[in-house]
């Protein structure tokens, strides 16, 4: 099947980009000339063109042009599921507690709510091979009438507890990843008899107004995750 003339423009000019017949700073063929070329109106090319500048291949300045940009070369994109990582999947849960609380000054700032919004709060266990690998902590606002059904919530990674009040494809989600020691209660809940640094994982999620909705704080020991991310 023959691909829509704006899709071929698109993909010829990646195809120069990638294999350097166009450099970042270089000119790419102005509208006229790419309408001559593909036979094509002015409305069509601009509609490569703009799926091109979204893409980050190329930018645009009113009266002089379009331009190849400069790749992002601090850019990658990682995959996260709390569920699973490069070095194990989580074969088992175990529910710890769920609970309705009031926000801590913390949570107040993080999650932008009042001293009095309710918040849900969830603690789990995760494990591999029969040991505790993470200990895991969501907090989400709570909305008047949600259910909490601790059957769903034991196997669910974040964006799944959280679905069925937000569409997961409206959801924005920032991740926060660092190595911290743990504290007694988490030595406690993982069993640590050591300083064994953890990899701190917190999920901040939003919704299409860009308010918070939840946080999500995994904790995993250090030997049992290991994430990885790709250039786009």
Do not use: W
Not at 109 to 117: G, P
Not at 125 to 142: M, P, Q
């Amino acid at each position: 099947m023959e691909l829509p003339v704006y899709l071929r423009i698109i993909e010829d000019i990646k195809e120069e980009i990638k294999a350097g017949k166009l450099k970042p700073g270089d000119i790419i063929p102005s509208e006229n000339a790419l309408c001559d070329k593909y036979n094509v109106s002015r409305m069509t090319v601009r509609k490569g063109l703009a799926i091109l500048v979204n893409e980050g291949y190329i930018y645009s300045i009113p009266g002089k042009g379009s331009f190849v940009k400069e790749p992002d070369s601090e850019k990658y994109i990682l995959h996260y599921n709390e569920m699973s990582n490069l070095i194990n999947n989580i074969e088992s849960t175990k529910l710890i507690e769920v609970k309705i609380i009031l926000p801590t000054p913390k949570l107040m700032d993080t999650l932008n709510v009042a001293a009095n919004r309710k918040i849900i709060l969830i603690k789990r266990l995760f494990y591999s091979n029969n040991e505790k690998v993470a200990y895991d902590e969501k907090y989400i606002i709570y909305i008047k009438g949600m259910p909490i059904v601790e059957k769903e919530i034991k196997y669910a990674t974040f964006p799944e507890i959280v679905a069925k009040h937000t569409s997961p494809f409206a959801l924005k989600k920032e991740l926060t990843i660092s190595a911290q020691l743990p504290t007694e209660e988490i030595a406690k809940h993982l069993s640590l008899y050591n300083t064994i640094p953890l990899m701190v994982v917190e999920q901040k999620l939003f919704n299409t107004q860009n308010k918070a909705i939840g946080l999500g704080i995994t904790y995993f020991r250090g030997d049992y995750c290991k994430l990885f991310a790709r250039s786009s």
